[in-house]
T-cell receptor, first 111, second 114 residues
Framework: DAKTTQPTSMDCAEGRAANLPCNHS???????VYWYRQIHSQGPQYIIH???NNETNEMASLIITEDRKSSTLILPHATLRDTAVYYC????????????FGTGTRLQVFP | DSGVTQTPKHLITATGQRVTLRCSPR?????VYWYQQSLDQGLQFLIQ???????AKGNILERFSAQQFPDLHSELNLSSLELGDSALYFC?????????????FGQGTRLTVV
């Protein structure tokens, strides 16, 4: 599995956009970028995924660079409930491949 | 609610004992994954089952074993427990097929070994 690099922690003011970067320079052509988050010892929660195009859903947007070596997860209007550890993972989407978690980014949203 | 059910939610046991953690996947999901999360190790992948067969193995200790039953529920057995086995144990499930396969996680079992 390709490895990812994320900042250890980030802060964001409530109501502002939170931009969480991830480097995955060794990603393979058939590997997707997935983002999960874990709120205080709860089970990780799926946020979004993408292959090469930018993606948006009700939770977040995912921007993947053209060379696919990095990506950014954007929470457009962060709330206190978005305080969590965010994990960027690359995996082969088909074949129900396992998720390998790194250390993630601890996002603290403050009032 | 992810649809993945783990029991028990909390478990306290003594060193040397054996425990069984149970996971019921979402309806229709054939894959079950087990993860261990201790304070100093993050989320560690243990093992994956797919439709009753072992699919992938991570850093699972020999004292640990798992299985997936015909009704697709899974059990993680931990034996000869040590203090260092105290952790959150998560189960996740995903559906088969091509393309995007999102994994849904349960709320975990918190194991405390005393």
């Amino acid at each position: 599995d390709a490895k990812t690099t994320q900042p250890t922690s980030m802060d964001c003011a409530e109501g502002r956009a939170a931009n969480l970067p991830c480097n995955h320079s060794t990603i393979s052509g058939n590997e997707y970028v997935y983002w999960y988050r874990q709120i205080h010892s709860q089970g990780p929660q799926y946020i979004i995924h993408g292959l090469k195009n930018n993606e948006t859903n009700e939770m977040a947007s995912l921007i993947i660079t053209e060379d696919r070596k990095s990506s950014t997860l954007i929470l457009p209007h962060a709330t206190l409930r978005d305080t969590a550890v965010y994990y960027c993972i690359v995996r082969v989407s088909y074949n129900t491949d396992k998720l390998i978690f790194g250390t993630g980014t601890r996002l603290q949203v403050f009032p | 609610d992810s649809g993945v059910t783990q029991t028990p939610k909390h478990l306290i046991t003594a060193t040397g004992q054996r425990v069984t953690l149970r996971c019921s996947p979402r309806s229709g999901d054939l894959s079950v994954y087990w993860y261990q999360q201790s304070l100093d190790q993050g989320l560690q992948f243990l093992i994956q089952y797919y439709n009753g067969e072992e699919r992938a193995k991570g850093n699972i200790l020999e004292r640990f074993s798992a299985q997936q039953f015909p009704d697709l529920h899974s059990e993680l057995n931990l034996s000869s427990l040590e203090l260092g086995d105290s952790a959150l144990y998560f189960c996740a499930s995903s559906s088969p097929g091509q393309g995007h396969t999102e994994a849904f996680f349960g709320q975990g079992t918190r194991l405390t070994v005393v």
